[in-house]
């Protein structure tokens, strides 16, 4: 998926309509809601939050859950699901992480598509925005395969304290 830069490159409302059929909920997912869950996570953030499919999943009594993407599109969209008046939205990047997550995901093949500058910009101000403890977890996807083919996400676990340190 195209990484947009700004509102004229916004995604397409085709792709932004289809998001969801190709990315479907399933086992990455369970394993992004588990790791809150493990977490006892009250204040969550999904960096990349693309349509909110996974982001919606993530509200529950007692627990905040905020949804960043520089996609109006996106954001619009994910607005609209069911239980999207439950997210707090925001439009933009990782400056826009509020303070005092337990964690902030990073799902989707987005960590293969922010490069740096951006990339250093994007861990540093996870690193900053997270409490003691906190938790950044972001997939990577295996490319071997056919690209038809849903791939395999591997989440990857990185503590607060050793990222402010990297
Ligand atoms: C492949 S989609 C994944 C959406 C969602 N995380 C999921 O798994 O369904 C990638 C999303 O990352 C967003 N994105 C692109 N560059 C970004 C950046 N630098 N910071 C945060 N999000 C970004 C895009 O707008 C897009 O919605």
Request: aromatic share 4%; hydrophobic share 35%; glycine share 10%.
């Amino acid at each position: 998926m195209p990484t947009p830069e700004g509102p004229a490159d916004d995604y397409d409302a085709a792709t932004v309509a289809e998001h969801d059929d190709l990315n479907p909920d399933g086992p990455d997912h369970d394993y992004f809601r588990a790791l809150a869950d493990d977490l006892a996570a009250t204040c969550i953030t999904d960096l990349g939050c693309g349509t909110g499919i996974l982001t919606v999943t993530l509200t529950q009594p007692g627990r905040t859950v905020t949804g960043i993407d520089p996609s109006a599109r996106m954001l619009t969209y994910a607005a609209a699901h069911p239980g999207g008046h439950r997210v707090q939205w925001r439009h933009g990047t990782s400056e826009q992480l509020p303070p005092g997550q337990d964690l902030v995901l990073m799902t989707g093949n987005i960590a293969m598509h922010i490069l740096d500058p951006h990339w250093h910009t994007t861990v540093c101000d996870s690193a900053a925005t997270l409490r003691p403890g906190g938790v950044l977890a972001f997939e990577t996807r295996n490319t071997t395969p056919p690209p038809s083919t849903r791939t395999t996400a591997v989440p990857s676990r990185r503590r607060g304290g050793s990222l402010a340190a990297a």
